[in-house]
């Protein structure tokens, strides 16, 4: 990596990396002095949702879900509390993630369009350049749709 030929090759890369570890050191305290905001619900509402006996439900249609359930009956989505972490399962939860892209179902931010352009690149490069061409049409219509009802587009 650090080539000793070129003196001025390594002092650039000398900076390089000492900018990349403080914009890293300057991220990671961003993070951990962040404002922590206070849970939408109060405290009735949180004892609630901690009940043990509370059947868990689908996080996309609110179905109640019987116990061992991987996915939802009414709407097939991935419910299973491991489905992220069993290498067959996982890929049922990523099409999901990368169908929400391209059919709406996501806030319009630019980190969460950077997050499915990423994701794409790295776990399908194959069909990366379809679903882009999928995910930036969808992304336009969203803000055409957001424009002509009024509504501010979400930055
Ligand atoms: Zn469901």
């Known amino acids: 990596m650090f080539a000793a030929s070129n ?3 390594f002092v650039a890369q000398v900076t390089i990396g000492g900018l990349a570890l403080v ?9 951990r002095d962040a404002p ?9 509402f949180e004892q609630k949702i ?3 006996a509370l059947p868990e439900t689908c996080h996309h249609c609110s179905t109640p879900q019987p116990p061992g359930a991987w996915f939802c009956s009414h709407c097939g989505n991935a419910v299973g509390p491991y489905n992220n972490l069993m290498p067959y399962l996982h890929v049922f939860s990523e099409g999901e993630v990368l169908r929400n892209g391209v059919t709406g ?3 319009n931010r630019w980190l969460i ?3 499915f352009f990423l994701m794409t690149l790295g776990v399908y490069p194959l069909f990366a350049p379809v679903y882009l061409l999928l995910l ?3 992304l336009k219509r969203s803000h055409r749709n957001a424009a002509a009802s009024g ?5």
């Open 23 to 31: 914009a890293l050191w300057r991220f990671i305290v961003w993070i």
């Open 113 to 115: 369009a950077t997050g």
């Open 50 to 52: 901690q009940d043990p």
């Open 151 to 155: 509504d501010e587009p979400l930055p």
């Open 105 to 107: 179902r996501f806030q």
């Open 36 to 44: 922590r905001t206070p849970d939408p619900w109060d405290a009735e």
């Open 7 to 9: 003196p001025d090759l």
């Open 136 to 138: 930036l049409s969808h």
